[in-house]
């Protein structure tokens, strides 16, 4: 049962979020995960902010060992997130120019190695666009300037060879200054032989939804690279917290319009949400999940369900 169920007759993985504290100390949270689910995405604690946090040559595995482990005994496929950040740990600011290709590299390698063959996807790199398609001025920009992007990708290959490797990003779901310039950059990819699987919508919206025909629009010109495209951390903002039923109509048939979109675009592999229930979430103001902070669900679970359990 469970969604995950309904989506796999569409030949998607569905996928949630979560975190090391939910799982160690909410049972409602693992019983949903696991009957819902069937892809995972560690919330945080893949990131180097947490995996290395205090210097190079420190690794603390605990956290993210626990989370992967848990998916691999649970029956979850795991979404790496993520590889290449410009949030990083105070230290990496603090190098100079020249250290940080090796600093990149080697978190790279080591984690992708200690991970290798339990990793479906990776985020590879992550955010590396401003709104208006120039590049972001982050800590590997200014070292090695759009150089990291090709290195990271080719060190992700060479540690973990069968992990999708991916692209993720926010505010690129239409056809804007933004996913122009994320098309850009896969086209530059491709012609340079850079190994590149796939690109990930995060889909973090508000209840006013986007313009569904740019979105099918949009994927449909990614989908002619030939790449799998991913819903990776798709919530819904509501206007009002706790949410109005209106307001809760509404996130419903933001959910149905993206899902109905993304079922009919053959690249699409997986839907994930950024989290399970609005008692975990990165937006406690909005309610932007599908089921409530007491585990019910929500009229957008129901919209997911019945969207799915048509053709
Ligand atoms: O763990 C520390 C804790 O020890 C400390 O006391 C506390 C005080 O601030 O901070 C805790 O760390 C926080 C961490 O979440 C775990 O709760 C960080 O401050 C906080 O910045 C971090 O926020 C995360 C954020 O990414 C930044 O890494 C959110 O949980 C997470 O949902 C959010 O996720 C991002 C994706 O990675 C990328 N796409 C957008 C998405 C939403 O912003």
């Not at 997130?81 to 190098?95: F, M, Q």
């Not at 692209?167 to 896969?186: C, F, H, L, P, R």
């Amino acid at each position: 049962g469970g969604l995950k169920t309904l989506a796999a007759t569409h030949g998607i993985t569905f996928g949630g979020v979560a975190k090391r504290s939910a799982i160690d100390n909410d049972a409602s949270f693992r019983t949903t995960l696991t009957r819902e689910f069937n892809l995972v995405t560690p919330e945080n604690e893949l990131k180097m902010k947490f995996i290395q946090p205090n210097r190079k040559d420190e690794f603390l595995w605990g956290d993210a060992d626990a989370l992967v482990n848990y998916a691999q005994n649970n029956g979850l496929a795991l979404h790496g997130h993520t590889l290449v950040w410009y949030k990083v740990p105070p230290w990496v600011d603090s190098t100079a120019l020249g250290e940080r290709e090796a600093v990149m590299k080697n978190f790279i390698t080591t984690v992708a190695t200690r991970y290798k063959g339990k990793v479906w996807a990776w985020d590879v790199v992550n955010e590396v666009f401003n709104d208006d398609g120039s590049y972001r001025n982050s800590v590997w920009y200014q070292a090695m300037g759009t150089g990291f992007i090709d290195k990271a990708f080719w060190t992700a290959r060479t540690a973990d060879p069968a992990a999708k490797l991916v692209y993720n990003d926010y505010g690129i779901e239409t056809v804007n200054a933004k996913s122009n310039a994320v098309y850009a950059m896969i086209k530059g990819l491709q012609a340079k032989g850079v190994p590149f699987d796939g690109l990930a919508f995060q889909m973090h919206i508000k209840q006013k939804g986007l313009d569904y025909q740019s979105f099918a629009d949009n994927m449909r010109r990614f989908a002619a690279l030939g790449i799998q495209l991913y819903v990776s951390e798709m919530d819904v903002a509501t206007d009002s917290h706790p949410a109005t039923a209106a307001d809760l109509t509404a996130q419903a048939d933001v959910y149905w319009n993206i899902l109905d979109r993304v079922l009919q675009q053959p690249a699409v592999k997986a839907f994930q949400l950024w989290g399970v229930s609005d008692k975990y979430t990165w937006l406690p103001e909005n309610d932007p999940l599908i089921f409530d902070a007491a585990y019910n669900e929500k009229p957008a679970y129901a919209a997911l369900e019945h969207r799915l359990q048509t053709g």
